[in-house]
T-cell receptor
Framework: EAGVAQSPRYKIIEKRQSVAFWCNPISGHATLYWYQQILGQGPKLLIQFQNNGVVDDSQLPKDRFSAERLKGVDSTLKIQPAKLEDSAVYLC??????????????FGEGSRLTVL | GNSVTQMEGPVTLSEEAFLTINCTYTATGYPSLFWYVQYPGEGLQLLLKATKADDKGSNKGFEATYRKETTSFHLEKGSVQVSDSAVYFCALMDGGSQGNLIFGKGTKLSVKP
């Protein structure tokens, strides 16, 4: 079974530039999560999708971050414009979905962003 | 709000030593508790979980018991191996959650041969 795929693995940009990360969850997983992991901290939820609808985006800095999951499968997270404090690893995870939430999330390897 | 506190690392042990990584939580109601592990170069993966008080989660020789009276979920292993070197994250999912996890900061474990 293929795992959660993310790209790119690494990205270096200047502040005020834009960047986009892509995620393809495990086939059949209805719920998709984007987490931000700053160095030395645990992952923090940015946004959660159930199919193509947003379940929770309360911690997403909406002035600069956006995310979509148009067809309920893969997802894109965008940052525009980037700030220095956005340097982090962006983790995508998926799970089976609502009503079956066991807390078992399947994570991708992450996309490491460095903002200079 | 809900939160998880775990012991600071890094932790360095010799092979076959006993491991304890402390984790305490703050939550309303009855959360489910988890340990996730991140091996070098890999994504986070579930190690074990417990969904109610006094439950013991176990996997790969690791164990953790859900202690409601002390709001703790300490991770233990009787004899660590070099291959256990990784970052360990304690996490909770509250009863009303849509499946979102709240993570601790992680504890890096290095096991020396």
């Amino acid at each position: 079974e293929a795992g959660v795929a993310q790209s790119p693995r690494y990205k270096i940009i200047e502040k005020r530039q834009s960047v986009a990360f892509w995620c393809n969850p495990i086939s059949g997983h209805a719920t998709l999560y984007w987490y931000q992991q700053i160095l030395g901290q645990g992952p923090k939820l940015l946004i959660q999708f159930q199919n193509n609808g947003v379940v929770d985006d309360s911690q997403l800095p909406k002035d600069r971050f956006s995310a979509e999951r148009l067809k309920g499968v893969d997802s894109t997270l965008k940052i525009q414009p980037a700030k220095l404090e956005d340097s982090a690893v962006y983790l995508c995870a998926s799970s089976l979905g609502r009503g079956k939430n066991t807390g078992e999330l399947f994570f991708g390897e992450g996309s490491r962003l460095t903002v200079l | 709000g809900n939160s998880v506190t775990q012991m600071e690392g890094p932790v360095t042990l010799s092979e076959e030593a006993f491991l304890t990584i402390n984790c305490t939580y703050t939550a309303t109601g009855y959360p489910s508790l988890f340990w996730y592990v991140q091996y070098p170069g890999e994504g986070l993966q579930l190690l074990l979980k417990a969904t109610k008080a006094d439950d013991k989660g176990s996997n790969k020789g690791f164990e953790a018991t859900y202690r409601k009276e002390t709001t703790s979920f300490h991770l233990e292993k009787g004899s660590v191996q070099v291959s256990d070197s990784a970052v360990y994250f304690c996490a909770l999912m509250d009863g009303g959650s849509q499946g979102n996890l709240i993570f601790g900061k992680g504890t890096k474990l290095s096991v020396k041969p």
